[in-house]
Nanobody, 126 residues
Framework: QVQLVESGGGLVQAGGSLRLSCAAS????????MGWFRQVPGKEREFVAA????????YYVDSVKGRFTISRDNAKNTVYLQMNSLKPEDTAVYYC???????????????????WGQGTQVTVSS
């Protein structure tokens, strides 16, 4: 069992930055690839980024490439999402999730994730 708790959301102006954190409970954090998703009310959940168990492989949705960076610290059981050059369209509730699936192309599918956090709101004003 893994519990995930996101933090770091908030209100920021367009062009600004935020860093989201996702703290995981348990001793097996390094056994999971981690992903970030986001959702706007009335829309489907969208994949944002994912990172492999060891942190050597990352995967991003095209709309955030070059602006967002996912990283992890297995010693701290934490995964991060550094978000720069934020745009109003980045406004959403952001969720972290954990999966045992190793295949990079599977990471964009929410169905492969076993555990989810409660989400943190990110609002980007224009």
């Amino acid at each position: 069992q893994v519990q995930l708790v996101e933090s770091g959301g908030g209100l920021v102006q367009a062009g600004g930055s935020l860093r989201l954190s996702c703290a995981a409970s348990g001793r097996t954090f390094s056994s999971y690839a981690m992903g970030w998703f986001r959702q706007v009310p009335g829309k489907e959940r969208e994949f944002v980024a994912a990172i492999s168990r060891g942190g050597t492989t990352t995967y991003y949705v095209d709309s955030v490439k070059g602006r967002f960076t996912i990283s992890r610290d297995n010693a701290k059981n934490t995964v991060y999402l550094q978000m720069n050059s934020l745009k109003p369209e980045d406004t959403a509730v952001y969720y972290c999730a954990a999966t045992t699936v190793a295949g990079i192309l599977s990471w964009k599918k929410g169905s492969v994730y076993d555990y989810w956090g409660q989400g943190t709101q990110v609002t980007v004003s224009s």
